[in-house]
């Protein structure tokens, strides 16, 4: 493949497609504010459809970053009944936030009870099995920060959750699940992945993402 830079130095990036990119991040994280302020200046036709939605989402998203996974799962159930039915990862995930706010809590008793009763059932599959043992580690500890688990009762652990839900709802809705500046990365990756294999990996230099969004 061969692909010389200078063939698209003439190419303008319209308007309206970085509109689109702008939009796309906005609809998908559920700033509506954001999202009508930017249309109110920009004079684009603002995506009915994805009000309600983002609304439903974004209190779900709320629900996870604040430690209320119960509530967040009952809210997911509303708005796709089968979503956490068909995806147990997700649905593991979730529960584990509740465990972790237990166990922050210093409520070992209710959490181990809890552990037993909800997430037991999940460990049937490696792969959670081994997800339930790192939680389970947790109530070993005085001080769970101190645990080599520590991880997953910080801020990051849930953030990962509510993105993954957040995705996962958006496929289910049948909308998509990655913003189009997401999107239009994966694809850099691809091309550039392509491009290693076809001229060799020494000849041109490893994809970066800083230097990418640096323009």
Not at 106 to 115: I, Y
Request: charged share 25%; aromatic share 8%.
């Amino acid at each position: 493949m061969d692909v010389d830079p200078r063939h698209y130095e003439q190419i303008g990036i319209k308007d309206n497609d970085i509109h689109n990119i702008v939009l796309s991040y906005l609809v998908h994280n559920c700033y509506r504010e954001t999202l009508e302020s930017f249309v109110d200046c920009t004079g684009m036709p603002e995506p009915a459809d994805y009000v309600e939605d983002m609304v439903k989402r974004k209190g779900i998203f709320c629900c996870v970053l604040e430690g209320n996974a119960l509530k967040a799962i009952e809210l997911t159930e509303q708005v796709a009944c089968d979503l956490l039915e068909n995806n147990k990862d997700l649905h593991f995930d979730l529960l584990s936030l509740h465990f972790v706010e237990l166990v922050c809590a210093k409520k070992c008793t209710e959490a181990l009870e809890f552990a037993q009763n909800t997430l037991m059932p999940f460990g049937k599959e490696q792969k959670l099995l081994e997800k339930l043992e790192d939680f389970l580690s947790l109530l070993a500890y005085e001080e769970p920060e101190k645990s080599p688990m520590f991880h997953l009762l910080g801020s990051e652990y849930r953030q990962h959750v509510a993105d993954k839900l957040n995705r996962a709802i958006l496929a289910h809705r049948n909308l998509p699940s990655y913003t189009a500046v997401e999107r239009l990365i994966q694809q850099t990756i691809v091309v550039r992945q392509s491009l290693n294999q076809d001229h060799g990996k020494d000849e041109i230099p490893p994809f970066s993402l800083k230097d990418f969004l640096k323009g």
